[in-house]
C-alpha cells in the first residue's frame, strides 16, 4: 500500500514568488492535514481538509491557503514567499472519520528554500 | 503560545540504556498524546500513543507514562539500540480539533555503542 506522497522533494524559490506543494493521501483516506517543520519554531499546525472543505486552520496569515480536489489530493500554495517561509512542509493523511488521528501518517515532506 | 513544553532538547545514551523523554502541557482539553519519531528525510511517524483514562501504555521497548493531574507525560525507551538514534517529538490533541497536533520542540537522542 503506497504512503502519503509529496511532490516535489525539493524546491528553490525566490522571495516574492509563490509555491504551489500537491499531496497525495493513502488510498481510502478523506483527510489531509499540511504542517510546516522548522528548526526554529518546530512543527506547527496549518490547515485539515476533509471532503473537500477546510476542518480545521492554524495560526498562519492568509498568504498560506490549501485546497482538497474530490479524489482527496491536496494542495498548499505560499504566495509572497519570504525568507522565513523556508521549511519542510508535511502532508498527513487519515481515514477523516472514526479515530482519525489515531491513524493519522505523514509524507516525508517537501523541502522549501527561499532565496 | 507553546502548549506542550518538552526536554531534554538532546540526550546521549549507551546501548543496552533507558531513554527518558519528557512532556508537560498546559491545555485540559487534551486527550490524545502521541509519541513521533522522525528519521532525517523522513516524515514523523507515529511510535505509541495514550489517553487520559490509563496512566501507562507499553509496546515492546516503548512506554508512556502519564500524570493527569501534573499534566505531565513521558515516553521511556528500554534497552536502547543504535537504531533508536532519531528525534523524538511528544504531541498532544483535543476531540474537537480533528487531526490537529500541537507538538513538543523535539528531543535529538543519539545511542552510543
Known amino acids: 500500500k503506497a504512503g502519503v506522497t509529496q511532490t516535489p522533494r525539493y524546491l528553490i524559490k525566490t522571495r516574492g514568488q509563490q509555491v504551489t506543494l500537491s499531496c497525495s493521501p493513502i488510498s481510502g483516506h478523506r483527510s489531509v492535514s499540511w504542517y510546516q517543520q522548522t528548526p526554529g519554531q518546530g512543527l506547527q499546525f496549518l490547515f485539515e481538509y476533509f471532503s473537500e472543505t477546510q476542518r480545521n486552520k492554524g495560526n498562519f496569515p492568509g498568504r498560506f491557503s490549501g485546497r482538497q480536489f474530490s479524489n482527496s489530493r491536496s494542495e498548499m500554495n505560499v504566495s509572497t514567499l519570504e525568507l522565513g517561509d523556508s521549511a519542510l512542509y508535511l502532508c498527513?493523511?487519515?481515514?477523516?472519520?472514526?479515530?482519525?488521528?489515531?491513524?493519522?501518517?505523514f509524507g516525508s515532506g517537501t523541502q522549501l528554500s527561499v532565496l | 503560545q507553546q502548549q506542550v513544553k518538552q526536554s531534554p532538547q538532546s540526550l546521549i545514551v549507551q546501548k543496552g540504556g533507558i531513554s527518558i523523554i519528557n512532556c508537560a502541557y498546559e491545555?485540559?482539553?487534551?486527550?490524545?498524546f502521541p509519541w513521533y519519531q522522525q528519521f532525517p528525510g523522513k516524515g514523523p511517524a507515529l511510535l505509541i500513543a495514550i489517553r487520559p483514562d490509563v496512566s501507562e501504555k507499553k509496546e515492546g521497548r516503548f512506554t508512556i507514562s502519564f500524570n493527569k493531574s501534573a499534566k505531565q507525560f513521558s515516553l521511556h525507551i528500554m534497552d536502547s539500540q543504535p537504531g533508536d538514534s532519531a528525534t523524538y517529538f511528544c504531541?498532544?490533541?483535543?476531540?474537537?480539533?480533528?487531526?490537529?497536533?500541537?507538538f513538543g520542540t523535539g528531543t535529538q537522542l543519539k545511542v552510543e555503542l
Open positions: 491545555n485540559t482539553a487534551f486527550d490524545y
Open positions: 504531541a498532544a490533541s483535543d476531540e474537537g480539533g480533528g487531526n490537529k497536533l500541537t
Open positions: 498527513a493523511s487519515s481515514p477523516g472519520i472514526g479515530g482519525i488521528i489515531e491513524k493519522l501518517l
